[in-house]
C-alpha cells in the first residue's frame, strides 16, 4: 500500500486525463447495474413477475456499459498507456455476453457462480481505476520505449 | 522499481481472483446437473431386466355396468394385488380393479359418466380425474375421504400428520360415486389418487390410469385408429431387493407422518422405466402412422422424448393435441420434453423405417437406464396415411387484454411443519384457506413464478401460454394445456376463463412429492 501511495504521489501531470474519467464513469454505471442484477432476480424469484423484466433490462443495459467501458478502456490505453484496465473490462463484457446467454438458457448452474464471479471483477476494477489516477502519459510513454 | 513490485502484487491478486472464480465454475458444473433435475434417483436393489425385452400391454377398456339415455355406470374396486413387472418377481400393487395402470373408460363428449368406485385398500382414497371438467363435489377434494371399511376417526388422524380438519369435507365410508358430465373436448384425461398428504406414495403402488373423452371434431379427422391409436403412461419406478415397489415414505403405512426421507424432497425419481406398468416394453408396429396418446404419470420425472431409428436418425414427433385435446395445427418436434402429469397427443410414421429394424423412444434427459423408454419392433408392411395439415377449430381464443385480473403466484422451496417443504406464496396447503377466488365467467392471467422444476396444474379449467419469462411460448405450448412445466427460474404467462361450476377447487404443483409437502392450494369458483 506504502508503495502505491509513493506512485499517487507522484507530482508533475498526475491529474486523470479525460479518457480515464469516462472510463471511471462506465465502470461506475457497471457496478451499479451489476449490484442491481441479483435484486431484480430476487424479487423476481419472490413471486414478482416484474423482477424479470427489470432484470431482462438491466442485463441490457449491463451489455451496452460493458462495451462502453471496453472503449473508454482503448483510449485509456493510448492516452494513459495503461493496459490494464482493458484486459479488464474485456474479460467482464466477455464474461457479461456468458452470462447473458447462460440466463437466457435457463442455465442456473453457471448464472449463478458466473454471476458473483462477474460482480467481484466489477467491483475490483472500479476499485482500482478510482484508486489512482489516471493522467495523459503520450510524450513520456514514447521515451520510455 | 515501485511500479514494478505493485504490479506484479496486482496481478498476483488478479490471478488470485481469477483462480477462484474459475474455480467456483468448474466446481459448480461439475456439480450441478445439466440438465437441471428436480429430485433424487431410487436405486433398485433387483437385476433389472435387459431393454425391450417385454411386450407392451395395452390397459383393458373397462365396460359399463350400466348404459341408459342418461350415461354410462361403471363400478370400479380400489384393490390390493400382485403383480409381475420385474420379470420373475410379484410386486405387491394398489391398483383401481387389479390392474396397473387401471382399466380405461372410453367416453363421448357431453355423456354423462358415473364411475362407482369401492374402497378395499388399507387407507382412506380420493379419486381425481384430472383434466376433468367436473363438479366440484365429483373432483375429488383432497378431504373428500373414502374411508375404508372399519377405519376409525383416530387413525385418520396420525400423529404426526397434518391433523387438520376440514369442516367442508365430505367423508363417506368404503364405496362414492363420482359423477362426470365430461361436457369438455375430446381429449386424454387420467385418474389417480389424489389423497392429501399421500398422493404420491399412493400414485406410486398404483393408483392411476387412463379416460378418453372422445368427439364428432375429433372423429371427423381421419386419424390413425384401434391398434394404430397406443395408449402410453410413462412412470418411473423402483424397486427393493424382494422385487417390492420402493419408496421413501417416512411412514409407510401412509397414515402418519407424511413426507419423504430428506434426500428425496425435492422429488422420487425411480430407475426403471415403465410404460403401461411393463419396464423398457416393446411393441411390434408396421410401416403405418401410429397415434400415440402419452402421459407422464410420474411422480417427479421429465423425459425429453425422441424417437431415434437403429441408424440414428431422428423420426419427427408430430403433436396433433396437448392436455386439453386436439391443437388447430399440427406441430413437428425433433424433441418433445414432458413433464408429471402433462399428455401429448403425437403422430409417428414409421413409413421410411426399414422391416425388422427397431425405433427406440428415447429420453434425453435420462442417463443410464433412463435414458430409454420403449422400443417399436417393425416387423411388417402397413397402409401410409397423410397427416392432417388442420385439426380442431374449436380451440379457445382469449386475450389478455381481456383479462379481469392479473395473478402472480410463486412455487418454491420453503419451511412446513418445521421441516422442508414446498410453498405457493410462501404458504403451505390449508384446506381451510381460499387463496385464489375468481368469479364464474372471469377470464384471468396468472404469471407462475417457479424456483426449480414445478410442473403447475390447475382443476377445472384448461388454459393457453401467453409466454414463458418474457418471451413467447415454447413450440411443445400450442394448444390448451392444464398442465405447465416451469423450469428452474423460469415463469410462465397463463390464460384462462374460469367457467363450468362454481365451487372449491385447487391448484398445485404436479410434482407428486411437492404436491403433498405443502405445494398445493385452494382456488374458490364464486
Request: aromatic content about 8%; proline content about 7%; overall charge negative.
Amino acid at each position: 500500500m506504502e508503495r502505491l501511495s509513493t506512485l499517487d504521489e507522484a507530482p508533475p501531470g498526475t491529474r486523470t486525463a479525460v479518457s480515464g474519467w469516462v472510463l471511471r464513469a462506465a465502470a461506475t454505471l457497471f457496478l451499479i447495474g451489476g449490484f442491481a442484477q441479483p435484486t431484480f432476480a430476487g424479487v423476481y424469484l419472490s413471486g414478482d413477475f416484474d423482477g424479470l423484466a427489470a432484470h431482462v433490462l438491466g442485463a441490457d443495459l449491463l451489455s451496452s456499459i460493458s462495451i462502453a467501458q471496453v472503449g473508454a478502456a482503448v483510449a485509456v490505453w493510448i492516452r494513459v498507456r495503461r493496459a490494464w484496465p482493458f484486459w479488464a473490462s474485456l474479460a467482464l463484457m466477455l464474461g457479461g455476453v456468458a452470462q447473458y446467454f447462460a440466463g437466457m438458457e435457463g442455465a442456473l448452474w453457471l448464472h449463478l457462480p458466473l454471476g458473483v464471479a462477474l460482480i467481484a471483477g466489477i467491483t475490483v476494477t472500479f476499485a482500482a481505476l478510482w484508486m489512482r489516477p489516471l493522467p495523459r502519459r503520450v510524450k513520456e510513454a514514447r521515451t520510455d520505449g | 522499481m515501485a511500479e514494478h513490485v505493485s504490479r506484479r502484487r496486482l496481478l498476483g491478486i488478479g490471478a488470485g481472483l481469477g483462480a477462484v472464480a474459475a474455480g467456483g465454475l468448474a466446481l459448480s458444473a461439475a456439480w450441478a446437473r445439466r440438465p437441471a433435475q428436480t429430485g433424487d434417483q431410487l436405486v433398485s436393489e433387483v437385476p433389472l431386466p435387459q431393454p425391450f425385452s417385454v411386450p407392451l400391454p395395452i390397459p383393458s377398456v373397462l365396460a359399463p355396468v350400466a348404459s341408459t339415455a342418461d350415461g354410462d355406470r361403471y363400478e370400479m374396486v380400489q384393490m390390493e394385488t400382485e403383480a409381475e413387472i420385474i420379470p420373475g418377481r410379484s410386486t405387491r400393487l394398489w391398483t383401481y380393479n387389479g390392474t396397473f395402470p387401471g382399466p380405461t373408460i372410453e367416453s363421448r363428449r357431453g355423456r354423462h359418466v358415473t364411475v362407482a368406485h369401492r374402497n378395499e385398500l388399507p387407507v382412506p382414497t380420493v379419486v381425481h380425474l384430472h383434466g376433468g371438467r367436473t363438479p366440484a363435489s365429483s373432483d375429488g377434494y383432497p378431504t373428500d375421504l373414502v374411508l375404508p371399511e372399519g377405519w376409525t376417526e383416530s387413525a385418520s388422524h396420525g400423529h404426526g400428520g397434518h391433523g387438520m380438519t376440514d369442516g367442508l369435507a365430505v367423508v363417506t365410508n368404503v364405496q362414492r360415486e363420482y359423477g362426470f358430465p365430461l361436457d369438455q373436448r375430446a381429449t386424454m384425461l387420467w385418474y389417480h389418487d389424489h389423497r392429501m398428504d399421500f398422493t404420491a406414495p399412493a400414485i406410486w403402488r398404483g393408483l392411476a390410469g387412463l379416460h378418453f373423452v372422445r368427439d364428432d371434431i375429433e372423429d371427423a379427422l381421419d386419424l390413425p385408429r384401434g391398434d394404430h391409436e397406443l395408449p402410453l403412461m410413462i412412470a418411473d419406478r423402483a424397486f427393493d431387493a424382494d422385487g417390492q415397489l420402493a419408496y421413501p415414505s417416512l411412514d409407510p403405512s401412509l397414515t402418519g407422518e407424511i413426507g419423504v426421507e430428506e434426500p428425496f424432497t425435492a422429488g422420487v425419481l425411480g430407475d426403471v422405466i415403465l410404460v403401461n406398468g411393463a419396464p423398457w416394453p416393446l411393441h411390434e408396429v408396421d410401416t403405418g402412422l401410429y397415434r400415440l396418446r402419452i402421459l407422464n404419470a410420474s411422480n417427479a420425472r421429465h423425459y425429453e422424448l425422441e424417437a431415434v431409428t437403429e441408424e440414428g436418425r431422428r423420426l419427427p414427433l408430430v403433436q396433433i393435441g396437448a392436455d386439453q385435446g386436439l391443437l388447430s395445427a399440427p406441430v413437428r418436434h425433433e424433441r418433445l420434453p414432458i413433464a408429471p402429469a402433462e399428455r401429448y397427443d403425437l403422430l409417428l410414421d414409421f413409413g421410411d423405417v426399414p422391416v425388422g429394424t427397431k425405433v427406440r423412444l428415447a429420453n434425453r434427459l435420462g442417463s443410464g437406464r433412463t435414458a430409454d423408454v420403449m422400443a417399436f419392433h417393425v416387423v411388417r408392411e402397413g397402409t401410409s396415411m397423410p397427416i392432417p395439415e388442420s385439426l380442431a377449430d374449436d380451440l379457445p381464443e382469449w386475450d389478455r387484454s381481456e383479462a379481469a385480473v392479473v395473478r402472480d403466484i410463486a412455487f418454491r422451496a420453503g419451511r412446513m411443519n418445521g421441516r422442508h417443504g414446498w410453498l405457493i406464496d410462501g404458504l403451505p396447503f390449508d384446506p381451510n384457506r381460499t387463496d385464489v377466488t375468481a368469479r364464474l365467467g372471469d377470464i384471468e392471467v396468472w404469471r407462475l413464478i417457479a424456483d426449480v422444476h414445478h410442473p403447475v396444474h390447475l382443476h377445472l379449467v384448461g388454459f393457453r401460454v401467453l409466454a414463458r419469462g418474457n418471451g413467447e411460448p415454447l413450440p411443445h405450448d400450442a394448444g390448451l394445456k392444464d398442465t405447465i412445466a416451469l423450469r428452474p427460474g423460469e415463469s410462465a404467462e397463463i390464460i384462462t376463463r374460469f367457467d363450468g361450476y362454481r365451487g372449491r377447487y385447487l391448484f398445485h404443483c404436479h410434482n407428486a412429492e411437492h404436491e403433498d409437502m405443502g405445494m398445493m392450494a385452494n382456488l374458490e369458483i364464486v
